[in-house]
């Protein structure tokens, strides 16, 4: 579990949103994937959630 809320880098389907609430929670990001997929305002959720994450730092 990560310590911070950041975008996945390495598990990215658009921005990687959604690869980095999985990576914070430990959950699989398919799940959260389709949890996006069923909530009602999810299009802007996803806007203001990749506008507003910071970058996972590339790993090397």
Avoid: E, H, Q, W
């Avoid at 658009?14 to 914070?24: N, Q």
């Avoid at 430990?26 to 994937?33: D, E, F, K, T, W």
């Avoid at 999810?42 to 970058?55: C, M, R, S």
């Amino acid at each position: 579990m990560n310590n911070k809320l950041r975008k996945s880098s390495t598990d990215r389907g658009v921005v990687g949103v959604c690869g980095g609430i999985a990576d914070y929670f430990g959950i699989s990001s398919l799940g959260v994937r389709l949890i996006f997929i069923f909530l009602p305002a999810n299009f802007v959720i996803y806007l203001i959630l990749a506008t507003i994450l910071p970058d996972s730092p590339l790993l090397l």
